[in-house]
T-cell receptor, first 114, second 112 residues
Framework: GAGVSQTPSNKVTEKGKYVELRCDPI?????LYWYRQSLGQGPEFLIY????????DSGLPNDRFFAVRPEGSVSTLKIQRTERGDSAVYLC????????????FGPGTRLTVL | DAKTTQPPSMDCAEGRAANLPCNHS???????VYWYRQIHSQGPQYIIH???NNETNEMASLIITEDRKSSTLILPHATLRDTAVYYC?????????????FGGGTRLMVKP
């Protein structure tokens, strides 16, 4: 079946602009996660949704970052007033609701802020 | 902070077994050990997980020491396509949420 998809695959923007990154999880997966990966580092957790609600947003670096999942499926990560330090690969993952369920990752969106 | 320690890099000859170690000396009794890998320009891919017992699936074997303070991921016959960064992750307790905390991982280079 279809895996996790993310669009766009690449996004180049200018400092100060607003961007939206989209994630389509695996159908039926209730849990959705966003991670950010800087060059040479492991992914860092940003936010976790269970259904429509953000169950844990402790990884969001500041209030310029926001994510939604209005119907419990597709999620959008929104970044306001982008800064050069926001440049990274943004990864989305989904999983079923089982306790030790594996997370399936998408290919990521590479964001470059000039 | 990541709860695991892994060597930053390892080499392995194609066709030989790759043994990737991981130390997790502060692991709690209800925490699982997970392994993921990330091939260049792709998202991480789940490999295997375990609690106490050794585990095996079609991709790899996971050996966990009796005291659970360390583990080894074994790729029995490494191929060039196994070249990737391998992450050993201790899964937080359920009350802390379900996120994965990645460390630096081990960059495995499989050579012909």
């Amino acid at each position: 079946g279809a895996g996790v998809s993310q669009t766009p695959s690449n996004k180049v923007t200018e400092k100060g602009k607003y961007v939206e990154l989209r994630c389509d999880p695996i159908s039926g997966h209730t849990a959705l996660y966003w991670y950010r990966q800087s060059l040479g580092q492991g992914p860092e957790f940003l936010i976790y949704f269970q259904g429509t609600g953000a169950a844990d947003d402790s990884g969001l670096p500041n209030d310029r970052f926001f994510a939604v999942r209005p119907e419990g499926s597709v999620s959008t990560l929104k970044i306001q007033r982008t800064e050069r330090g926001d440049s990274a690969v943004y990864l989305c993952a989904s999983s079923s609701s089982g306790r030790a369920a594996e997370q399936f990752f998408g290919p990521g969106t590479r964001l470059t802020v000039l | 902070d990541a709860k695991t320690t892994q060597p930053p890099s390892m080499d392995c000859a194609e066709g030989r077994a790759a043994n990737l170690p991981c130390n997790h000396s502060t692991i709690s009794g209800n925490e699982y050990v997970y392994w993921y890998r990330q091939i260049h320009s792709q998202g991480p891919q789940y490999i295997i997980h375990g609690l106490k017992n050794n585990e095996t699936n079609e991709m790899a074997s996971l050996i966990i020491t009796e005291d659970r303070k360390s583990s080894t991921l074994i790729l029995p016959h490494a191929t060039l396509r196994d070249t990737a960064v391998y992450y050993c992750i201790v899964r937080p307790s359920l009350s802390a949420g379900n996120m994965l905390t990645f460390g630096g991982g081990t960059r495995l280079m499989v050579k012909p």
